[in-house]
């Protein structure tokens, strides 16, 4: 599977912006796969998001943006979405979505071996 995120900007703190990551090359649409996001601020490991069971059953989000960032999914259309809320300087990062095949996240939402597919980023700037 392909994935592609896009949606990134520079907004000011605040702001609101809404991340699309598309998924391709499923060899049907009963295919199932877990989506999660991560984020990489320049000089910082990568670390995790938000991340959502193949049927959205389960959805997981780090402490830092927890109440603030949602992640959704859009089966019919193979999409995954990261809604980002009430952003801040420190969500300034280049954000990955990532695919698990499977769907369950038995490996762990937040370990980034669990995925098996990655996208290229799409950067986020957060000014003051």
């Known amino acids: 599977v392909q994935l592609q995120a896009c949606g990134g900007g520079l907004v000011q703190a605040g702001a609101s912006l809404r991340l699309s990551c598309t998924m391709s090359g499923l060899r049907s649409r009963f295919e199932r796969y877990a989506v999660g996001w991560f984020r990489q601020a320049p000089g910082k490991e990568r670390e995790f998001v938000a991340a959502s069971t193949w049927n959205s059953a389960y959805t997981y989000e780090a402490d830092s943006v927890k109440g603030r960032f949602t992640i959704s999914r859009d089966l019919a259309k193979s999409m995954a979405y990261l809604q980002m809320n009430s952003l801040n300087l420190e969500d300034t990062a280049v954000y990955y979505c990532?695919?698990?095949?499977?769907?369950?996240?038995?490996?762990?939402?937040?370990?980034?071996?669990?995925?098996?597919?990655w996208g290229q980023g799409t950067q986020v700037t957060v000014s003051s």
């Open positions: 990532a695919a698990e095949k499977g769907g369950y996240l038995r490996s762990g939402a937040r370990n980034p071996s669990t995925y098996d597919s």
